[in-house]
């Protein structure tokens, strides 16, 4: 039983390769009525793309070139810019596929890559530049979470994420206003800035990095998440993990907490106005599994790129045998996911809460 | 739409309060033909009774008075020994619920609680001992873990957990051999001796500590886990952070990754005769959301234990509105749970693979 | 993948073999704040009992001294006759599991019963009366149709099911109020009574009769369905023919479509104090996969209890074969099914339309 | 939680409204290595066509003309020609949607349409057509039933279904070799032609007729089905009750066995070369809700078409109220459904079988 689709009532369904025609996603159980249109979607699109986070060191000039890729089309769903309750397809074709020859990964696995265990999952597998596997099917992600976020908008829910960390440099503070002003999406410039020069050292040693994301979901009501199982916590979880790269998740304090004692730890509350506050967030806005009503916040682990420009030892295919061989990776790669992967995150963290927002609504019917 | 089931093939839904009649679960999916009875399962039960931890620093002498605790009732699905293919019914009834008076907590809610969550999204709570909130519904994922064990062992995969650091002490060695010779279930009965020994001084001052727990899982063959959301890691992630108290999890080098570079980080491979061999495994078994045939190793932050025996700020309902109060949570309660959640995660671990393992048969049908 | 679940919001979890400990199910989703306690359930259930509609010619003297078979134990869900939005796990144990022989059907298969494919599916099965295929099953779904059907009593809406068609013998008038008038759950006494004495004649011929179950849904809204797979029609015959004996389902004028022309087919509409009125009911309540707001009504074909008291030809296994073999079945069973089937048809209804009305709470959220 | 996924292991998600830009599916849980190109889809759709069932009483001269139509582009999931294992996404373009005016129905409900349901459910809808509730949505049920169509093949799996009765005339014989031969899609020339003469009658006097179908699934192993609620019984009444147009359906002897006796109605066995064989098949093939290896056996009603030629009484929206109207229908319609439906139900067949085939890939694992 395969695991293309996220989510349970707002319901989100992925399909495309690399190199296929297309790829895209189908939205079932979006709520009607919602006012979008395509531009909606095809500016978080356009914040994906790999031109707009330039980390050759300075805006990639062939951003404007480059306009024409990840053009969203609207299929079904919306008419007359509103959602109508039916299934909402969105298209996007792979125009920029490159002629360039992966016949030597047809049969040769590239570290830190997929290509090994797709081709144990399947015992086949479409090689083109990752196929299914390639950090391209995010750009479905992004699009459907377009599509969320107008729902969270109505009920005025905004996530936020931005690198915290990368290539070893932290980010020293937090302004939210900041993430766009540089291509790290870092919420300091300064830092952004010490991390683009790290990178660009990286680059010409021709290797990659790492980093950590922060994400942060303002004004999530109490009451959101279906424990046991199905608990607020549990499901940004699993949607984050679903993203390539991504190596651990932790809430609130996350590690920190097996070194706090319960005093430390246990934010207390008090009232205000009649009204429940809570005097510190350790939780990271989740008890129980179940939202609390402050900020949630949670930090994700980002592995450096596998695509590294030094040779490397694996293995390929070689009649029913596997046989040792050395690899060295060609073309152009990013040298650090985290600003490419930040609207991922986001998206996915739309999809999670528009889906935990509907499926709460039965709660008390 | 509630989230009371986990799993997809291997599906177990869970029931029960902690002051209810009785707790339990239905598994649906189970393969027929397996070979069980009560005893395999009332074993995994007895692991994560209380008593069994015996945090106190000593082996807890009421073990055997609570003999009859926690005692496993198969209601169906299991005939002559043999799982039939059909629902498998587990019961484990309330027997020692204390009579002691809850009335304080009807409007109260304690810190680091589920309590406050659970009002606010159902409008209505069992308060007393947490209700559906508490740690006990563990049980219920324990019977079950046991009799997914039961199909992992058919394919001989084997999962272990440990206490890796607690208070603030981290185990020196791993030694799987020592886990159960202690009472921290740590793989190092020096460091387990040292914890215990903190863990009395934190008890004395009325407060908690956290922890670490790590899991490996052995012998997982190649190819398990659902791309692009249904991986692997996403699912185990899931399964982990739906278990009480646990903040985060980070596979394999997990967030030092954020630290390292891509030579440093990818998992090199080589041929050993015919076959693919990993030379390092910072991936934590699992590459694209698949395993692929290394261990799979992951660690959860623990957070300190939220009822401790101090004063602590918080509110009541009072009508309409919410007020400040203080509390001071009475009766006994654990200092540090990761020795009591090593079974649990143990068993979630179970289940995810089981479920994983069957829903792998479709993949090349 | 098995299919011991029904429902997606409201999701009812049952298990249990005939001869088994006991049998139950646990149901996920239901609201919390229903007012509900175990007379409710026991009712139900107690007109589901087989005492309750004595076949035999008149009420089976035997009810009282069974009253305490299918007695239901409420094990978690409910807190002061609340539901608490907790999973409801309901137990009725199976006490009156006669020690009979059942041997002689470890190895031969009844003709028309599932005994033959069970084995061919699991290679295993609990062969004492039928094991999970028994009739008895359905105790389980008419416990949770209670609890759905109080959540559909606030919204008003009612769930009438009758025998419309027993023994060739057709009931000329449709009087709800006689229904449980009489034993055969008939809307018309005077057919009721020649159904009964038509069913003596083929008792002491030893073989048994088949019929017809008519469903009114009464006061269901507009807008329940969710096309274009989960129609209210597709999910009631779903759920209809998961019912043992029900060989058909036809909603509305039903197989008489198939001669009529448009024309005298299509269910005009007018407009009544600026509300709209459908001028028939052709199409049984639902158009388009979703109710209308007229009564939504449909029929069953019920086929005759395959258990009869002649000889039979039949196979047997023997080590890996198939042999040819007669069977001639003992004990006392049912001559129509029909009576004893109303109750679960209405029971499987309220479960369908207390998801539907869920599911439709996100339509337009 | 909207309804346009079907099936669990073998999972098509479907989506498109009759004027919007495309429709289309995603088929998520295909296993890997089977063979298929486009050609094979191709074929599917353009039996679905209205061109090819000419039911003006000749073969459509415009056939050739509409060879553009309902073209089927695979986005995804096939890579030379093999499927992958990802998910398949398969577009169909809206080329012809004509330009006429629906201005008249953006208010007004056609009777015996969902046009009513759909405006009370969404509160809002693409009226253009029918939307999503158009009988084109089926296109994409077509194409996903060709891919499940491959992996019946390999498993030798066949499903026919055809014509039975149309406008109240029944076929006499049943002779598959036939079906193809006329333009009812009937299993006897004969009958069609006196079929498509009262049809042509008809169609003078500006109505419609209904009919009946049905269905045949060749060689499928005993096994499938998955009790007790997922019957195959149960899904396959839900994928065809899922179809507009169809009304009500029975399996084998259907709703006749409500005037048999167990002993007339119970399929006796005998062993043939130490296999077992079935003596009749009453039961349509299935019993206890899993297939016993004989032929599946059922039949649908299928309503007349809902437009038609003539003056009607409906209402329309005006303001908040609804008002009484008179609507007369324009434009070309079929004038029974039949001859298109049976490719419809033959997919449905398809996907419900192809998932019950993986769904039982666990049973005994």
Do not use: W
Not at 69 to 76: A, G, N, P
């Amino acid at each position: 039983m395969a695991g293309n689709t996220f989510g349970t009532v707002f319901k989100v369904s992925t399909f495309g390769e690399s190199h296929g025609n297309a790829l895209g996603c189908v939205i079932d159980g979006c709520p009607s009525g919602l006012t979008i249109d395509s531009d909606d979607i095809q500016k978080a699109l356009n914040r994906r793309k790999p031109g707009s986070t330039g980390q050759d060191g300075k805006l990639n000039p062939s951003v404007t070139a480059r306009k024409e890729d990840d053009k969203v089309e609207i299929l079904s769903g919306i008419f007359n810019n509103k959602t109508e309750g039916t299934p909402i397809a969105l298209l996007i074709r792979n125009t920029s596929q490159h002629s360039s020859d992966y016949s030597n990964l047809e049969t040769t696995f590239r570290p830190g890559h997929a290509d090994f265990t797709y081709y144990q999952k399947y015992g086949f597998r479409d090689y083109r530049g990752g196929g299914r596997s390639s950090g391209r099917e995010t750009a479905a992600r992004v699009a459907a979470g377009a599509v969320a976020q107008k729902l969270l908008e109505k009920y005025n829910i905004k996530v936020v994420a931005y690198t915290l960390k990368a290539c070893g440099i932290e980010c020293t503070k937090k302004d939210i206003s900041q993430i766009e002003q540089n291509l790290m999406r870092a919420p300091d410039n300064e830092s952004a800035q010490k991390m683009q020069e790290k990178i660009e050292e990286i680059r010409k040693s021709g290797d990659s990095a790492g980093g950590v994301i922060e994400c942060v979901i303002q004004n999530c009501p109490a009451g959101l998440g279906e424990p046991v199982f199905d608990k607020l916590d549990a499901e940004l979880a699993k949607a984050m993990l679903s993203i390539g790269a991504v190596k651990g998740i932790e809430f609130g304090r996350g590690f920190e907490v097996s070194d706090l004692s319960g005093s430390q730890n246990n934010d207390s509350m008090h009232s205000q106005n009649g009204k429940p506050v809570f005097d510190s967030n350790n939780a990271g806005g989740i008890l129980g599994g179940i939202s609390n009503g402050n900020e949630i916040v949670f930090r994700l682990a980002v592995k450096p790129v596998p695509s590294i420009y030094k040779n490397q030892d694996t293995v390929k295919i070689d009649g029913d045998d596997f046989v040792s061989t050395q690899l060295e990776i060609k073309g152009r790669h990013d040298i650090c996911l985290c600003p490419r992967i930040v609207p991922v995150v986001e998206a996915m963290a739309n999809l999670v809460i528009a889906d935990m927002l509907l499926r709460n609504m039965s709660a008390k019917a």
